[in-house]
């Protein structure tokens, strides 16, 4: 081979390779860049705070409030229909950051009237209302107070005179509230009990929502939606008012009372 061909042939092959060491190495490095950015954005996914919003389970089974309360009505009520609320208003939340991380009664304390957090208003009340509802009800036979008791009971008779009154103006704001809602039990700022309703899912705890009046932590809560008695007393709100009596866990009003006034 003459020399001019050698010289030409080695430097074609030197060429050669550190084009393709170059070429090699670079496909490492984009797979690393790509790597690491597909880890970043996995790792702000994984930091933004999620709804975590979940349905309570019940404290006896579904048949222990017969007769008052069918079974039926408490698969639906407590299956479907409260269900519903916890997943609906873990899905809005996913719209509405600003409310994400708060807990239920600071969520309900924020909300706004709105037409933008009218879900999170709705669903965000329900999940309240019904966690709050299913606490306060149980079986007769395991009942321990039949009635309130102690500084509730002293409450009780300062604000309305005595139990039987109480229970009169409950269910009278019951059956005055036209269409679904709610009739309340609350304590108010200065720790004085007060009885008011509600439409739909709203509480007293919604301040951006409800008259100052109104407003307060509820410690009872009376479901006057029909799915809450419709299949068991039809359109006899004022009979399902009548039974639902029976169920009230004074002890745990007795509980909530407590924590409210501090």
């Known amino acids: 081979m003459k020399r001019k061909d050698f010289i030409k042939n080695t430097a074609l092959l030197a060429g050669s390779i550190v084009v393709g060491a170059g070429a090699t190495g670079c496909r490492p490095s984009q797979q690393a860049v790509k790597k690491d950015n597909l880890n970043a954005n996995v790792s702000k996914v994984e930091d933004k705070p999620k709804p975590a919003f979940v349905l309570p389970a019940l404290e006896y089974p579904v048949d222990a409030l017969v007769p008052y309360i069918d079974k039926q009505t408490m698969e639906i009520h407590h299956g479907k229909h409260h269900a519903a609320y916890v997943a609906n208003l873990n899905k809005a939340l996913e719209a509405n ?10 969520l309900c304390a924020a909300v706004g009237a709105g037409a933008d957090q009218s879900a999170i208003r709705n669903n965000g009340g329900g999940h309240y209302n019904h966690s709050l509802f299913w ?12 009635i309130p008791t102690g500084k509730l009971l002293s409450a009780i008779n ?18 005055s509230q ?17 009885v008011s309703a509600t439409a739909n899912q709203d509480n007293p705890l919604m301040k951006n929502i409800i008259a100052a009046d109104k407003q307060g932590t509820p410690i009872l809560g009376i479901d006057v939606w029909e799915h809450a008695y419709y299949l068991n007393y039809q359109n006899k709100r004022k009979d399902y008012l009548e039974a639902i009596f029976n169920l009230i866990k004074w002890e745990q009003v007795d509980k909530l009372f407590a924590a409210a006034i501090g």
């Open 158 to 175: 300062e604000a309305f005179s005595s139990v039987e009154n109480l229970q009169k103006l409950l269910k009278d704001a019951a059956l």
């Open 97 to 106: 950051a600003g409310l994400l991380g708060k807990n239920l009664t600071d």
């Open 178 to 194: 036209f269409g679904s809602g709610w009739a309340w039990l609350s304590v108010d700022k200065n720790k004085k009990l007060f």
């Open 135 to 146: 606490t306060i009800l149980a079986n007769p036979n395991t009942i321990e107070q039949k």
